[in-house]
């Protein structure tokens, strides 16, 4: 499983995989995109 915190709200959003390039935070109904970020955020667990 892996986890980012979203940059808006700051909620755990939660990614089936290492290939999402974006994922949706429900609580600020946006899509954060992660593909272009030059640095990882995402952290397996
Ligand atoms: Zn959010």
Do not use: F, G, K
């Amino acid at each position: 499983m892996i986890t980012i915190d979203c940059t808006w709200c700051d909620a755990e959003l939660v990614l089936d995989s290492l290939d999402a390039s974006r994922v949706d935070c429900p609580d600020c109904r946006v899509t954060v995109d992660i593909a272009n970020d030059p640095e990882p955020i995402a952290i397996a667990a």
